[in-house]
């Protein structure tokens, strides 16, 4: 089945700590992303990619980091530069031109300890 | 700034009621308008999209209208069942890669 993964579904992180939130797609879709959700808030966009070796900063990007060597895989690393990093992660994708649907994953949500 | 809003958090209706979910907007440019739903713990589903040319669009029990006049947009949901539970989000978007999103209501099917 086509789809968005992204894993650990869980993460604990210590202060001080880099880590990295998995995302991967099997739709052969062009543009992926990553958005941020806290209590309360809508989602709100870190970083998109609309193309293999290119992506964008969204409108949080600081403390972020993400790369795009692959078409199916965009990982976000989540640095020790982000001062408030405790929140759930979503990861989705669409077609490059056409269409505004975007297909999400299930979402990470990460925690520091 | 740019924003998208809506004006109840919490919805609740009865099984088998309609149910209205509306959301303001504030960008007069975007191109076009989302709506999804988030059951607890999981990724966003998208439900219908309009366009900014559309006033009315119709899905399977699920309409949208769009009042580009007042800048408004609203979600119905007919004969709302408990499988519909969970938190609505509109979104509205220009050119297809920074969709904002609203904070969501979350709605309540009581059975």
């Known amino acids: 089945d086509g789809g968005i993964t992204q894993s650990p579904k869980y993460l604990f992180r210590k202060e001080g700590q880099n880590v990295t939130l998995s995302c991967e797609q099997n739709l052969n879709h062009d543009a992926m992303y990553w958005y941020r959700q806290d209590p309360g808030q809508g989602l709100r966009l870190i970083y998109y990619?609309?193309?293999?070796?290119?992506?964008q900063k969204g409108d949080i990007a600081e403390g972020y980091s993400v790369s795009r060597e692959k078409k199916e895989s965009f990982p976000l690393t989540v640095t020790s530069a982000q001062k408030n990093p405790t929140a759930f992660y979503l990861c989705?994708?669409?077609?490059?031109?056409?269409?505004?649907?975007?297909?999400f994953g299930q979402g990470t949500r990460l925690t520091v300890v | 700034g740019e924003s998208v809003g809506l004006h109840l958090p919490t919805l609740s209706v009865q099984e088998g009621d309609n149910s209205i979910i509306n959301c303001a907007y504030s960008?007069?440019?975007?191109?076009?308008f989302i709506w999804y739903k988030q059951e607890s713990g999981k990724g966003p589903q998208f439900i219908i999209d309009i366009r900014s040319n559309m006033d009315k669009r119709q899905g399977q029990r699920v309409t949208v209208l769009l009042n580009k006049t007042v800048k408004h947009l609203s979600l119905q949901i007919a004969a709302t069942q408990p499988g519909d539970s969970a938190v609505y989000f509109c979104?509205?978007?220009?050119?297809?890669?920074?969709?904002?999103f609203g904070a969501g209501t979350r709605l309540f099917v009581k059975a």
């Open positions: 989705a994708s669409s077609y490059r031109e056409g269409g505004t649907e975007a297909f």
């Open positions: 960008n007069s440019a975007s191109d076009y």
């Open positions: 979104a509205e978007g220009t050119g297809g890669f920074k969709t904002i």
């Open positions: 990619s609309q193309i293999v070796n290119d992506f």
